[in-house]
T-cell receptor, first 114, second 114 residues
Framework: TQLLEQSPQFLSIQEGENLTVYCNSS?????LQWYRQEPGEGPVLLVT?????EVKKLKRLTFQFGDARKDSSLHITAAQPGDTGLYLC??????????????FGTGTKLQVIP | DAGVTQSPTHLIKTRGQHVTLRCSPI?????VSWYQQVLGQGPQFIFQ???????GRGNFPDRFSARQFPNYSSELNVNALLLGDSALYLC?????????????FGPGTRLTVL
């Protein structure tokens, strides 16, 4: 079973449109990260959210962590072709052995058409 | 500063063979994690090493093993390769294993098993 479900799985929009990607779980996370991954490359960290209800903005990207720290959303305003990529959320929980267990979501593939 | 480096970039093997993948973390980072990313899915956690000790292990068979060297570089070994092992193998480094610890990913090694 996938611990972190992302929706939608695929999204194709026109340049200039707005969009929201959701990351949902039944588990509580100590922090949550959002990454963007382009073909043939590793994921690149966009943001880390830690506090329930926290909102962070990165230019046209707005990230929110749910009050209960079980879910998160990524909103992109006026999407541009450069936003095209695979968006991944990753939740962090304490694991045994003194490490933080990181679980990735299922991913949202975004295509922004010029 | 150089980012996380991985070698080789691409690899083709046949069923039953073994493979060794290598990772060099960012300078100053003592923790290395390995992930498997099957096409179209999010990365799945395999191992985390910190200060040459295994700190976490995901749900992977014993055919998968890893180690970390005194210079904090790491190797991932996979024995008795199966077709299903075909994937992008990602290495991520971080300063330590504490919470809210940002991971930085390498470009990955694309393994194809024929």
């Amino acid at each position: 079973t996938q611990l972190l479900e992302q929706s939608p799985q695929f999204l194709s929009i026109q340049e200039g449109e707005n969009l929201t990607v959701y990351c949902n779980s039944s588990s509580v996370f100590s922090s949550l990260q959002w990454y963007r991954q382009e073909p043939g490359e590793g994921p690149v960290l966009l943001v880390t959210v830690v506090t329930g209800g926290e909102v962070k903005k990165l230019k046209r990207l707005t990230f929110q962590f749910g009050d209960a720290r079980k879910d998160s959303s990524l909103h992109i305003t006026a999407a541009q072709p450069g936003d095209t990529g695979l968006y991944l959320c990753a939740g962090e929980r304490p694991g045994s052995g003194g490490y933080q267990k990181v679980t990735f979501g299922t991913g949202t593939k975004l295509q922004v058409i010029p | 500063d150089a980012g996380v480096t991985q070698s080789p970039t691409h690899l083709i093997k046949t069923r039953g063979q073994h493979v060794t993948l290598r990772c060099s973390p960012i300078s100053g980072h003592k923790s290395v994690s390995w992930y498997q990313q099957v096409l179209g899915q999010g990365p799945q956690f395999i191992f985390q090493y910190y200060e040459k000790e295994e700190r976490g292990r995901g749900n992977f068979p014993d055919r998968f093993s890893a180690r970390q060297f005194p210079n904090y570089s790491s190797e991932l070994n996979v024995n008795a390769l199966l077709l299903g092992d075909s994937a992008l193998y990602l290495c991520a480094s971080s300063r330590d294993t504490r919470s809210y610890n940002e991971q930085f990913f390498g470009p990955g090694t694309r393994l194809t098993v024929l």
